[in-house]
């Protein structure tokens, strides 16, 4: 459903992503891990066009996208791809001057043009998923960690996006309240969500993910289940690298 080749990056004379492939399964969760650097960020950006790739094709649900110095993007394929798609962030980036709800609903009045009324009771719904029904009228700053990342989520849900991306989601957090974060990716994983998650939390991986990628020098060494990649790795390099799990 969800198909990335031959994708690279570079930012000045590093090249971060060197020829990318990934398939993202429809209704399942691809954890992305890797060393620090390996260009986990920078994958999760061009995938919903932070970043613009500099060689590759994306193919999200519609008509592949293809990246090629000089080569102008359709104004209108690049907005199709940043609203199939929501993004979380380690470092939750809701606006502090707004309160829950109002961070879940800014982007569908702004960006989407939907009513107030519309986007109020979409942002209520998708507050209540994340079990924070009580707080939509608190700002972030009066929020804990836990529940400023799980605004971020219902944020990041807000207009249906057909693939959720998380950099690091719990990864600025303590283990008790990353465990709340992990509680509400579980549950819309079970719902069926299509998440593609970088994280080095090889526990969260190996536990929440159905498809496991690894990420080195910006190309993917080895795919597969998480036993596979946990248990059965076949590249030195993952062997080396999940290690640090047994
Ligand atoms: P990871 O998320 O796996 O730790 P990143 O994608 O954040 O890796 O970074 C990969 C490399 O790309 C690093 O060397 C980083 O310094 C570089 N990089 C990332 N973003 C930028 C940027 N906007 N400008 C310059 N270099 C960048
Ligand atoms: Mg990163």
């Given at each position: 459903?969800?198909?990335?080749?031959?994708?690279?990056?570079?930012?000045?004379?590093?090249?971060?992503?060197?020829?990318?492939?990934?398939?993202?399964?429809?209704?399942?969760?691809?954890?992305?891990?890797?060393?620090?650097?390996?260009?986990?960020?920078t994958l999760l950006r061009c995938l919903n066009l932070l970043e613009v790739p500099d060689r590759g094709q994306l193919e999200l649900d519609g008509p592949p996208i293809r990246f090629e110095p000089g080569r102008r993007l359709d104004s209108r394929q690049v907005l199709a791809i940043r609203r199939s798609t929501g993004m979380v962030f380690q470092n939750f980036q809701l606006f502090p001057h707004r309160t829950a709800l109002g961070n879940v609903m800014e982007g569908l009045v702004v960006v989407l043009g939907w009513t107030p009324e519309t986007a109020r009771a979409r942002a209520s719904e998708l507050l209540g998923k994340v079990g924070l029904a009580e707080k939509a009228d608190s700002y972030p700053a009066m929020l804990s960690g836990g529940q400023q990342q799980r605004v971020a989520i219902a944020r990041a849900l807000a207009a249906s996006p057909k693939l959720l991306l998380c950099d690091e989601p719990t990864s600025a957090l303590d283990p008790e309240l990353a465990a709340e974060v992990?509680?509400?990716?579980?549950?819309?994983?079970g719902e069926g969500t299509t998440m593609l998650i970088a994280t080095h939390d090889l526990r969260l991986a190996d536990r929440m993910a159905h498809h496991v990628a690894f990420l080195q020098d910006g190309v993917v060494v080895e795919e597969g289940s998480p036993d596979r990649l946990f248990r059965q790795a076949a590249d030195p390099r993952t062997i080396r690298f999940v290690r640090t799990l047994a």
């Open positions: 459903m969800i198909r990335v080749s031959g994708i690279h990056k570079r930012f000045g004379t590093n090249e971060v992503l060197r020829g990318i492939d990934l398939e993202v399964r429809k209704g399942a969760v691809t954890a992305l891990i890797g060393p620090s650097g390996s260009g986990k960020s992990v509680e509400v990716l579980g549950a819309l994983a």
